[in-house]
């Protein structure tokens, strides 16, 4: 006979695969769920040692058109914290924060090729807590930051299309006219190496999941370019990778497997419909404390 538990929280022995966000960084599992409740689960994955108890993280679950009734995969992501850690089935136990019925809906797109992100507002709120040496150490690879092909203000460097805000000292500013709406939705790339990558001096950047920056669009190769930065000088330098549909650096297409250096607001275009824009470190912040005087 089964408990109330059981029956108020049902499992579903169907297998699922999932995808794991932690601390940041996209890890896939390359694990399926061997039994799935509202409360939690239990993934099996070869990856199980490298986790830990109680190590929270963002997962995935991707559930087929068979199990669903949908067209396409639809995939429902929450937060979660690692219970246990199970060497003899070799996998992991997880407590789901929120009930997975409360899971947040992604389409198979938006899973497979979500860009980590923070909006520039996000940066603004907190640079100043930060004197410039200590901005750089934490973020020395510089970053690349969403170009708009709007350019309504010379004085701009970079548009968008929203204008939602939620730090009350920036909105403050709005109200003073001291700092423009038009650029604090903006999308921003810390350009960063992910830990389960085999290419440690290069950051990929690609449709594919497994890269350091991934970019979903159907114009954008697998494995489409990616960044150098030297050790000597934090000089950056974007290479193509051999790309179907080519890398653009200012307009100008560049030869795959060479190295191009970057320079402050250089614009990079990954395949004909993606651009971005390169920050170093120092310039960024310097962007940042113009804008938030």
């Keep these: 006979m089964k408990t109330f538990d059981q029956r108020k929280s049902p ?34 994955t070869k990856h199980y040692r490298s986790f830990q108890t109680g190590e929270p993280g963002e997962f995935t679950f991707f559930l087929p058109p068979d199990f669903t009734g949908q067209e396409k995969i639809v995939g429902l992501q929450g ?34 090729g979500k860009i980590r992100y923070k909006k520039l507002a996000q940066y603004l709120a907190s640079f100043e807590d930060l004197a410039l040496s200590q901005f750089v150490a934490a973020y020395p690879n510089g970053f690349l930051v969403e170009k708009s092909e709007r ?28 700092v423009r709406s038009a650029v604090l939705e903006a999308r921003v790339i810390e350009i960063a190496k992910r830990k389960d990558v085999t290419e440690p001096d290069k950051i990929t950047i690609g449709r594919s999941p497994n890269n350091d920056i991934v970019v979903y669009n159907k114009l954008v190769s697998r494995k489409h370019a990616y960044l150098q930065v030297s050790s000597e000088d934090q000089s950056c330098f974007v290479v193509d ?21 970057l320079t402050d607001a250089d614009e990079i275009s990954i395949g ?5 824009l390169f920050f170093a470190s120092k310039a960024f912040h310097t962007f940042l404390s113009e804008l938030k005087p």
């Design 11 to 44: 499992r579903i022995r169907q297998r699922f695969r999932v995808k794991l966000l932690r601390q940041g960084v996209d890890y896939t599992l390359e694990g399926r769920t061997v039994n799935l409740s509202q409360k939690g689960a239990f993934i099996r």
């Design 241 to 261: 990778a051999g790309s179907s549909n080519g890398t653009f650096l200012n307009g100008t297409q560049i030869t795959p497997h060479k190295k191009y250096k």
């Design 79 to 112: 937060d979660a914290v690692i219970t246990r850690i199970d060497q003899d089935n070799e996998g992991i136990g997880v407590e789901f924060i929120k009930s997975l019925k409360q899971f947040e809906r992604v389409t198979i797109s938006e899973v497979a």
């Design 272 to 276: 004909p419909e993606t651009k971005v």
């Design 151 to 178: 350019f309504l203000d010379k004085d701009v460097m970079f548009q968008f299309l929203t204008d939602v805000v939620e730090d009350e000292q920036v909105l403050e500013q709005l109200r003073q006219g001291t």
